[in-house]
C-alpha cells in the first residue's frame, strides 16, 4: 500500500486501496477485502494523511455467544515532515521523511489501526437479550418456558424482613 509522492506539488490528492485482508498482514477474525481510502494533503513541507480502511470481521457476541459479522472502520491522521534528522532521539512523534524520498508505505499503520478499532464490547446487536439463565435459550429466538416464579418468592422473603425490622 505506497503512496507515491516524489514530484507533488502543493495540493490535496486522494488515493484508495484495496485487497485481500492478508496482503496488510491480517489475519482471523478478520477476512475478505479491506479498503482504503487516503486523503493526501502536500505542503512545502509536510505530508498531511488521513487514513479511512474498512474490513468484515468475525465475532462472538458476548451476550448470546453467537458468531455475528461486523465491519470495522478505522480512522487515523499521520505528518510527517520532510528534513533530514540528524539526531533522532529528538521529537519523537512526528514521522520525519528525507526530502528525497519517493513513496509512502502504509500498510503497517491501516492495519495496526484496524486491530485498534476492534470494540472491546463486541455485541451482535445493541438490544442482544443474551441467554436464559436457567436453560441456556437464545432469547433473541424468542422467551424460553422458564418459570421465573423463584426470584418472586426471594422478593416476598426480603419483603418479609423489612417488615420485620419495621415492627421490631
Ligand atoms: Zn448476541
Ligand atoms: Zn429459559
Do not use: H
Not at 22 to 49: A, N, S
Not at 137 to 146: A, I, K, V
Not at 151 to 159: E, Q, T, V
Amino acid at each position: 500500500m505506497k503512496i507515491r509522492i516524489s514530484g507533488l506539488g502543493n495540493d490535496t490528492y486522494i488515493d484508495n486501496f484495496d485487497g485481500d485482508f492478508k496482503e496488510i498482514g491480517l489475519e482471523d477474525p478478520f477476512f475478505g477485502k479491506y479498503k482504503t481510502m487516503v486523503v493526501l494533503e502536500k505542503f512545502d513541507d509536510q505530508i498531511i494523511l488521513e487514513v479511512s480502511s474498512d474490513i468484515i470481521s468475525r465475532m462472538i457476541c458476548d451476550r448470546c455467544g453467537m458468531e455475528f459479522k461486523k465491519k470495522i472502520e478505522s480512522q487515523y491522521k499521520m505528518v510527517y515532515l520532510l528534513r533530514n534528522v540528524k539526531n533522532s532521539n529528538e521529537e519523537l512523534d512526528f514521522n520525519y521523511l528525507a526530502p528525497n524520498t519517493n513513496q509512502i508505505d502504509i500498510k503497517n499503520d491501516v492495519r495496526d489501526y484496524l486491530l485498534l478499532a476492534i470494540p472491546m464490547k463486541k455485541l451482535c446487536k445493541d438490544d442482544c437479550k443474551g441467554l436464559c439463565y436457567k436453560c441456556g435459550s437464545n432469547l433473541n429466538n424468542g422467551d424460553c418456558d422458564c418459570n421465573f416464579d423463584e426470584i418472586d418468592d426471594r422478593w416476598k422473603a426480603l419483603l418479609d424482613l423489612k417488615k420485620n425490622l419495621n415492627t421490631n
